[in-house]
């Protein structure tokens, strides 16, 4: 069952590439007392994600912080060392974005957003979403009826909804 508002998020392991290599990052300390944004899009690289969803963050990034929110984080169903390339490339990282890995799908399986398109390759990767969550908790989801979509979930559209 998917995961909508006034749910509390799952505390899973996330990952990230850290100073020593990989580490996990526990969603649960990520969100407890804070105001975040978190965005999940279907794969790193792939066309939606690198030309849409991921600059509308890098755009909307300082009015999120104007609002009061303490992190925005994007989540990918991709190995953390692709996801760490990846933000590199687009910028996000140097924008202030938290570019986190979710390799085996734990917690898009666990709020009910995985989905499979073997036609597209992708296989076990997330929907993409927006969320604006306080203390853990769910406030708003905004999620695309297909991954190639980047409307409701853009930053732009989060931010209209706060």
């Given amino acids: 069952m ?4 006034g749910d509390k998020l799952p505390d899973v392991n996330l990952m990230q590439i ?14 407890k007392g804070r ?9 790193a690289y ?18 999120f912080d104007e609002k009061g929110v303490e992190e925005v984080i994007c989540v990918a169903v991709n190995d953390p060392f692709v996801v760490k390339a990846w933000g590199d490339a687009t910028g996000a990282a140097g924008s202030g974005i938290t570019m986190l ?6 917690m ?29 908790e769910v406030k708003i989801l905004n ?3 297909s ?3 980047c409307e409701i979930s853009a930053g732009e559209a989060l931010l209209a909804d706060m």
């Fill in 2 to 5: 998917a995961i909508s508002v």
């Fill in 101 to 106: 890995a979710d390799p085996e799908s734990e």
């Fill in 35 to 43: 105001k975040v944004v978190i965005f999940a899009v279907p794969g």
């Fill in 46 to 63: 792939t066309p939606t994600c690198h030309s849409a969803h991921v600059p509308s963050f890098m755009r909307t990034k300082g009015q």
């Fill in 143 to 145: 999620v695309e009826d």
């Fill in 108 to 136: 898009t399986k666990a709020i009910g957003m995985d989905f499979d398109a073997p036609p597209a390759g992708l296989l076990g990767r997330s929907k993409r979403y927006a969320m604006l969550a306080e203390d853990g």
């Fill in 18 to 31: 850290g100073e020593e290599g990989p580490e996990a990052v526990a969603l649960g300390d990520k969100v």
């Fill in 147 to 149: 991954p190639g979509e």
